[in-house]
């Protein structure tokens, strides 16, 4: 763990959380002693971004702790429960539609690369 830290720049302490979390969801495996350390609990393309992010940072898209379908407005404000929902689906499309393997192979899928998504992406 160590190694892994001092090669990303990442606090031990902080590295140790994160591996906890992703064991405690069943993205990592791990093994206490000399021998031990953390290894991946399925292939690298069966682990979506999005099984990362959910285990270390819980639901893809809150609002104010809230699930976009929990949330309401009135008035004009209403329709930006609508764009919460489509901002969560498209969240999801993204992270879902990437595995570990897509990055470490650096091969986006065609839906992800900028300009090849599912909306318009200018600035």
């Known amino acids: 763990m160590q190694e892994i830290a001092d090669a990303r720049g990442i606090p031990k302490r902080f590295l140790g959380t ?9 993205v990592v495996n791990s093994e206490r002693g000399g021998a031990g350390g953390y290894w ?3 292939p690298a393309d069966e682990i979506t971004l999005a099984d ?16 976009p379908d929990a949330v309401s407005y ?7 429960r609508d764009v919460w929902l489509a901002l969560r689906a498209e969240v ?11 990055i470490v192979d650096n091969e986006l899928p ?4 900028r300009g090849n998504g599912t909306g318009s992406h200018s600035d």
């Open 52 to 67: 990362v992010m959910r285990a270390v940072d819980g639901r893809l898209a809150l609002i104010h702790g809230a699930t």
């Open 110 to 113: 065609a839906r992800v690369v």
């Open 92 to 102: 999801r499309f993204v992270l879902e539609g990437v595995t570990l393997a897509d």
């Open 74 to 80: 009135s008035g004009v404000s209403a329709p930006l």
């Open 18 to 26: 994160i591996l906890v979390d992703l064991r405690n969801a069943g």
């Open 40 to 42: 991946l609990a399925l």
